[in-house]
């Protein structure tokens, strides 16, 4: 072989290699030595935390090249039985690719990469999304975060006998008729200015204190005014028309929450009522999971900004902003990491960039079979990344990849969705929302799916197949109604428009090959009804 042609000495501090003349030769001989180039440099540099690392991690590296007759490891998928791989971050380091995208003719002509299900592959993705990072954050900004800790109360709600009606405290043996009026308490006043007695009583707001020797609340509507003073601004007498009871109309302390109940648990997803507890029990820094940062790219030499000119044979880059829409509306922060050409060093420089500040890492485009979709090639070859999926047996969407990559920061999920935007959006609510769900600790990640009357007749493919459709629910049906959105076509945008579900239709079979209008089927909500 060519690479065994290389000759590597070290001078002082210095590794030296001496490369074949060809430029085929160093090819294949820098792809063969770059991923021990940096055990190497730990190595001449005395690093020993990190030469022990490495040395750890190849006690479970998989096998090494495959046999003469074997399918090559480059080209082998991942499977979930394989070792772990090493930590990738020594790999980042390189700035320049390994991979070689000259030698077109020699590409796979065949995927590698087995043909999932959908359960199957969202189920890798789903157990592979298992890193839950706790923080504090304050109780306005808790909104769409999962609580990582119980929440308890600090004191009783409400503390003090408070009136829940507006009215009058009395003293219920008293029964109904004449009382003379004491003052008043209002919500906001201290409790117990002063006392009710036996043929008093105090005028009292909802919410107010219930003043001391007070047991009962009568609502204004049971009075009549007798007395009064000062033009009307006093209230001296007043008649109680039906006789009270015990306790009527009175919270006692701890009546909504006691002291120490735990008012929120860990796992609770924060709305606007749990924000309004954590106000009520004065919780003002909360722990919470953290929601993971979502960096979403595009590849392509034909894409242009939207606001840019297009040339003859580009096109406007509309995936990466959809993306980036769709996953802002569930929540999550999601950074801009703009259009990549199709290279193999311009894609490796900006996952450099992506994963160095993101948790998932969401490209369209670059993972089918041309000669310029390299991005399973950089990650496997590069960044060593577990390439758990390649392939999946759905329309639109079967070139989806989903990797993952061991770094110092934690684990790293990618995505690589399908170019054409219908693949990529509905990809993207299959895969990564669920995903970016997991991460954040849901525990309910998966997109909601209802069954739903099919409103036109629609031809099986013989791929299980997700048409987007517009659902609707009428007050007086049973089931809701889903219409088509339209043409089909994985290419057609305006196919999404209005879309709030995805119709899962199965594959077709001998016995099944079309679906008619009223039978009932499942739908997966993607937006509101």
């Not at 099919?454 to 659902?471: A, I, K, M, T």
Request: net charge neutral.
């Amino acid at each position: 072989m060519l690479h065994l042609r290389a000759v590597c000495g070290i001078r002082g501090s210095t590794i030296i290699i001496n490369m074949p003349g060809s430029t085929k030769a160093v090819t294949e001989c820098l792809h063969s030595i770059s991923a021990a180039l940096p055990h190497a440099v730990d190595l001449v540099r005395g690093s020993l935390a990190e030469v022990e690392d490495t040395h750890q991690a190849m006690q479970v590296a998989p096998p090494g090249p495959a046999q003469a007759g074997e399918q090559k490891a480059s080209e082998k998928p991942s499977s979930p039985s394989d070792p772990p791989v090493p930590p990738a971050r020594r790999f980042l380091q390189r700035k320049e690719s390994s991979v070689d995208d000259t030698r077109v003719a020699h590409r796979d002509r065949h995927s590698p990469y087995p043909l999932l299900s959908v359960d199957e592959a969202l189920g890798i993705v789903l157990r592979e999304s298992d890193s839950h990072v706790a923080t504090l954050v304050n109780y306005k900004d808790a909104l769409g975060y999962v609580l990582a800790k119980d929440v308890f109360a600090k004191d009783s709600l409400p503390p003090f006998p408070a009136s829940i009606k507006d009215g009058y405290a009395v003293v219920s043996a008293d029964g109904a008729g004449t009382r003379k009026v004491l003052g008043h308490s209002t919500a906001g006043s201290r409790p117990n200015l002063c006392e009710v007695i036996p043929g008093y009583c105090v005028r009292v707001n909802t919410g107010a204190p219930v003043p001391k020797g007070a047991d009962a609340v009568v609502e204004v509507e049971q009075t009549v005014l007798l007395k009064e003073a000062d033009e009307g601004r006093t209230e001296l007498e007043v008649d109680i028309l039906k006789a009270p009871v015990t306790s009527q109309d009175i919270r006692p302390v701890g009546f909504d929450i006691t002291a120490g109940e735990k008012v929120l648990a860990a796992g609770t997803l924060v709305g606007p009522s749990e924000v309004g507890l954590l106000a009520t029990v004065g919780m003002t820094t909360v722990k919470v999971y953290k929601k993971p940062i979502i960096g979403v790219l595009s590849t392509g030499n034909e894409l242009v900004e939207p606001d840019q000119p297009v040339p003859r044979g580009r096109i406007r880059d509309s995936n990466r902003c959809m993306l980036i829409a769709a996953l802002t509306t569930h929540g999550f922060h999601v950074i801009d990491a703009g259009v990549v050409k199709d290279t193999p060093d311009s894609i490796l420089r900006a996952l450099h960039d992506v994963l160095a500040k993101a948790d998932i890492v969401v490209a369209s485009g670059g993972v089918s079979m041309g000669e310029k979709d390299l991005l399973k090639q950089v990650l496997n070859v590069d960044l060593q990344a577990k390439i758990h999926f390649g392939r999946v047996f759905m329309k639109p969407g079967k070139p989806t990849t989903f990797a993952t990559l061991n770094m110092d920061s934690g684990k790293k999920l990618f995505f690589g969705l399908p170019g054409n935007p219908v693949s990529a959006i509905v990809t993207c609510n299959l895969y990564v929302v669920p995903a970016a769900r997991k991460l954040a600790c849901h525990s309910q990640p998966l997109n909601t799916i209802v069954r739903a009357k099919l409103g036109f007749d629609s031809d099986l493919d013989s791929r299980p197949e997700y048409h987007r459709v517009l659902v609707t629910w009428q007050r007086d049906e049973d089931l809701p109604t889903v219409q088509s959105t339209g043409e089909q076509a994985s290419s057609r945008l305006l196919s999404t428009r209005s879309a709030n579900g995805l119709l899962l239709l199965p594959a077709r079979s001998d016995e099944v090959k079309s679906v008619g209008a009223g039978t009932v089927v499942e739908c997966m909500l993607i937006d509101r009804l």
